[in-house]
Structures are given as C-alpha cells and as structure tokens.
C-alpha cells in the first residue's frame, strides 16, 4: 500500500494587488478552511492583505496571527537599525508559526501580489518549508494590476522588461533604464526624486506612468511628468511601457 502524502501545513496565499476580485479560488479555499490565517502589518494597523480577505471572511480573533514589522519604511534597509530588527523578527515568527503547525493546525499566509515576489512571506518560507509540508498559492501581481488598470500594455513583440527596485543607486538605475526597452519600478517611497531623475537621465520621464494603489478604491494613475509632488505611498510604482513591434 502506498504511503499517503503528508497533509499540508503552511501555506503562502497570494490575494492579488488589492482588489478581491483578483483573488483566485485557490486562494479563497485555503482562506476559509485554514485553521489559522496570519498577516504581516504595521505596527498599529491591519495589513493590506488581511483588508483585502475582508470580502470573503469577518476578523475572527480566535484565527488570526498578526505579525506587526519592527521596523517598516521610518528606516532604510542599508542602515544597520534595519537588519538586525528585521532578521530577529522573521526568527521569532517562524517559531511562532512553527509551534502551531507542530500541533497539527494549518497555517495560511496572506500575501499581496504573489508570495515570491518581492513578498515577506519568502522570508518565512526560507525558515520554515524544509520543515512542513508547505504549498505556495500564487497571485495576480500587482504590477499586472497597474498596468491593466493604467490602460498601458506593457511589453510589445520583442520588448526586453525590467523590474527596478527603487532603491538602487541612481547611476545604476539610469544604467539599467537605458539598457531595456520596458521597466517598472518599486519600491518608490523616499527613493521617488532619485528615481525621477533617473528616468530623466535615461531620458525616459515623458514614458513613466506612475500608479498608486492599483486596483483599489483609493487608486490614482498620473504621467510622472505631471505628478506635482515626490510624495509615494509604499502601494505605488512607477511604469515605462515598451514602444516596441505593433503589428
């Protein structure tokens, strides 16, 4: 007789960029059986995946494990106050999580986007998936939802895309602008008048589109150029669509 396999303990669920719409029936699925349903937040505030479960499931106290970041954008991830904090806190998680699933109660990680994109959940994972059986759920990303809800097909023909995190040093990121014919940029927040002059060096500024909080009912879509202020909340990225084959 074969052996079963073993039952699924931790689960990284990816919601989308924001709207519950994008979820898949995957994700809806584990969100509503798992006996646990963990978010990373800020500390103070309800994280934006668990905001975005809201349309399928209430707050349930007796369910929910809140994993609230030491530190977030107050201080830059060069700086020595950040990685430490940091570290020590994706440690203590994964034990916490680990203790639970050590007592045979499945785990569900509410991600943005997709778990192994730019996501907090990967962190988790590195610590805890040799460990449990574990099963990542992907999700729409959230530069998917930009780029559609900005109306700015993104790639043409041939068209080589670039993913940017903002924050690279400018040189580089006008190196790597130059070197591609489609980009989009992340990780804005302070680093947004460094990034705008790079797409001026690059001579790309008339291209960018930035977005903020694509898909949600708070979402505002601007040419960069005509974006009056440096201001970018951490749900926003900037877009440079390729110009390339159009048949």
Not at 39 to 44: E, I, N, Q, W
Not at 178 to 185: E, F, H, L, P
Not at 215 to 232: F, G, I, N, S, Y
Request: contains cysteine; hydrophobic residues 45%.
């Amino acid at each position: 007789m074969s052996e079963q396999a073993p039952r699924t303990l931790l689960f990284g669920v990816g919601l989308g960029p924001g709207d519950p719409d994008y979820m898949t029936v995957r994700a809806r699925d584990i969100i509503l059986k798992a006996d646990r349903l963990v978010h990373f937040c800020k500390r103070g505030r309800r994280g934006n995946a668990r905001v975005t479960a809201d349309a399928i499931i209430a707050p349930d106290t007796a369910r929910e494990i809140e994993l609230a970041f030491p530190v977030t954008t107050e201080v830059p991830v060069e700086e020595e106050g950040y990685a430490g904090p940091i570290a020590a806190f994706y440690d203590a998680a994964a034990e916490r999580l680990a203790d639970e699933m050590a007592a045979g109660r499945t785990i569900a990680v509410l991600c943005d986007g997709d778990p192994f994109f730019y996501g907090s959940f990967m962190h988790l994972w590195r610590r805890l998936a040799q460990r449990f059986p574990t099963e990542v759920v992907p999700g729409v990303t959230g530069m998917a939802g930009a780029w559609t809800r900005a109306a700015a097909p993104i790639t043409w023909g041939d068209d080589v895309m670039t993913v940017l995190p903002g924050t690279l040093a400018e040189g580089e990121l006008t190196r790597r602008l130059v070197d591609t014919d489609a980009a989009v940029i992340m990780k804005l927040g302070r680093n947004l008048p460094k990034v705008r002059r790079a797409l001026q060096q690059a001579g790309l500024i008339n291209r960018a589109i930035y977005v903020e909080r694509a898909t949600m009912a708070d979402q505002r879509v601007v040419r960069l150029a005509e974006k009056p202020d440096d201001e970018a909340p951490y749900f926003s990225m900037i877009l440079v669509p390729g110009e390339g084959r159009r048949l």
